[in-house]
């Protein structure tokens, strides 16, 4: 792929294979059911070199496309280390979803394996999720005795009174958005009861109840608020999990568990006592981990941000009169703030409405020692609260007092230079009746060494410094990626098992023609055309329908925007038969639910945005047809900014290369995530549209270095097309 830095392609699969492959091959043949499967060419040659690096704790960086089996390459290798080193092994991936399918289908799988391969070894495997994916028994137990309205705390009377409840609603409007009354109550329940035996993990994955996000979150609480369970004579779910990972020998987690010990110093996963030592390292999906980092790492401050947390410690504290003075000063600190970022501030009139700093600007610099000082005084007043026998009050008090402690570090965080660290000035948009703030942003942007030094090194026992063998696979790797992941290796790409599937199906991006450059262009400078992103969503409309009319719906239409989604999602509806159901993101359910529906649909289309162009996996005619409308490049903004400026000093590159390098690598990698949609088993045939008319050697086309980059999303295409009717053409002459 053109897009990804390669060393140097895989070798040939070895002849001799020993020992090394029984795992691998014993999952493939378990997971197939065939007795006599073996793992496909790539999936063992990325095995066997991962093993050889790993063994001589080298780093590893592949390029895997889909279909090669990660997880059985990456659950083959851990287990093998346990089995034959007694080795421990952290594996993370992306996202809880795949957490799940780890769980439910390819861990059991490959114990399997092990009880045919070593039947007399065990391995031990754990799962970690963050705190808010657990129930938490002080949110349950607050949220039962408003249910209840009680101020009971055993649990098992709770749960009792909630076995036939169905709360009134008016009651439940506090809560949010919680859904069937009747089914909260039921989720409640189930929240208490899990904390009356070891056996339940009692986490979001496996709950049986129907619930909403603000029903879960009801019984559930984020870091600085989740509760231990001892004060109600129970082992929180959370703690129970962290004691089931300090026992195994695998510990299942997603990234943003990485992200977080990255970005914070906190040693939640590797290098701290509570989990214990580990030997290895494996992320899956790879790519997403620095961007997970720069998230994690994000902070900002405001007057309103600042005013926010004294309210809501006010309330919390029960508005007593001896605190009127304390929110006066919070009034006046605000808009202190709001006056010493305002210097920073860019002109409202500018493009993107931000104003980067400068190592030398120091905004807020007399503001530490006065925000520490006020901080604590509103935090003394919350402290007899934090132990009050009404867990509600309890729970606010502790909430409002943590966000008071993180003031005064937000205002060191925004207030001095770091190397690797972007900061900025921007405006807020302002809330109904309520004023716009200017907001001080702070966020990691060079995440390599954060990784290298907090995550990937830890400190032994005696006192020496480890670095431990990270093997980081994933089906697209970025230009600069080890860099950007701080790992000491080249990436390799191994053969797609799908080859003969890409070569059967078709790439379509319209040529342009005169008629077509007056649709989607403006006049720019010196009379010069311009491309116009709201005109080319105009012209796209009616491409769009009439490739989805030929492929008779079974689409994945996939937008730069929601506003242009929208208009897609429109069009489709008023235009195509009404047995093509058109389902989008912005449908009133979850995406998992909105995704499923469209998935056993087969005839029918999803239209949505970014959020839908990695993680959506439907194979088969469902997704014979990938639409896209234009390259989804990030418009320019401050933290992508600091990253071209520390590719400039960093690696003396110009700012043209350097923009390349973050802005064109960027959308390449989700360019060619999108068009990855299309094929997800080796029977798949379809055809990706990319409706960019730039992609082409026209007049409007992109610098030819930044073209070739986006073109490698599509190099293993088969059939070629430019022209609508020749694609339509195509599609309806696949069939059904």
Known sequence: MAHTAIATDAPP??????????????????????????????????????????????DVIALAPTGSGKSFITLSIAFRAAVRSGHRTLLSTHSLSLMGQMEDKDVPTMHVALAETHPEATVRVAFLRGANNYADPAKAIATAQVLLATDDHDLVRLASGLDTLIPNRADLVELGDVGDPGEFAQLVRWALRVHLTDREPGDRHTCPMSHTEDGWRAVSASSSEADDGSRFGVTSRLELAKDRASRADIVITNHSMLAVQAAKRLRIVTGGKRLGSFDLVIVDEAHELPAAVRSQGEAKLSGGILLTAAARAYRAAGSPSTLRS???????????????????????????????????????????????????RGMAALESMTHSRDVTKQIRATSASDRL?????????????????????????????????????????????????????????????????????????????????????????????????????????????????????????????????????????????????????RALVLSATSASGRRYADALRARLPRDIRVHTQWDAKTTGTVTAEWRADVGSVLVGTKSLMTGVDAPGETCSLVIIDRVPRSPKNPSDEARVDDLVE???????????????????????????????????????????????KTQLAYPEITRSLYMGAFSALGNRFTSTDSAVEWLVSRGV
């Open 13 to 58: 699969v070895p002849q001799d294979e020993g020992e090394d492959l029984d795992l691998l091959v014993a999952a493939v043949r378990s997971a197939t059911g065939l007795p006599h499967a073996r793992p496909r060419e790539g999936q063992q040659a990325l095995y066997l070199d991962a093993i050889s690096a790993l063994e001589h704790d080298r």
């Open 405 to 553: 402690a993180q003031m005064p570090a937000l205002v060191k965080e925004i207030g001095r230079h770091r190397s690797g660290w972007a900061r900025w000035v921007e405006h807020s948009e302002p809330n109904e009746n309520r004023r716009a703030w200017l907001v001080g942003c702070v966020k990691p942007v060079s995440v390599g060494w954060l990784l290298q030094d907090n995550l990937w090194t830890v400190l032994e026992e005696d006192g020496e410094s480890r670095r431990l063998p990270v093997f980081a696979l994933s089906a697209t790797i970025p230009a600069g990626f080890a860099q950007q992941a701080g790992l000491n290796a080249q990436a390799t790409a191994y053969p797609t098992p799908f080859a003969r599937a890409y070569e059967r199906s078709a790439l379509f991006i319209p040529h342009l023609t005169g008629r077509d450059l007056s649709q989607v262009t403006r006049e720019g400078r010196y009379g010069k055309p311009q491309f116009d992103v709201g005109r080319h969503a105009e012209w796209c409309t009616d491409q769009i329908v009439d490739l989805v009319r030929g492929n008779a719906g």
């Open 650 to 696: 960093r690696l003396q590159l110009d700012r043209f290369s350097s923009s390349h390098l973050i802005y064109a690598a960027d959308a390449a990698l989700l360019l060619a995530q999108a068009a990855g949609r299309l094929i997800r088993s080796e029977s798949d045939t379809g055809m990706v549209a990319c409706l960019d008319l730039r992609l082409l």
């Open 326 to 376: 304390w929110m006066d000063e919070a009034e006046v600190i605000a808009g202190e703030i709001d006056d010493q970022l305002r210097p920073f501030a860019p002109h409202r009139h500018q493009p993107d409405e931000t104003r980067r700093l400068r190592p030398d600007d120091a905004p807020l610099a007399d503001q530490d020692i006065r925000v520490k000082v006020w901080a604590e």
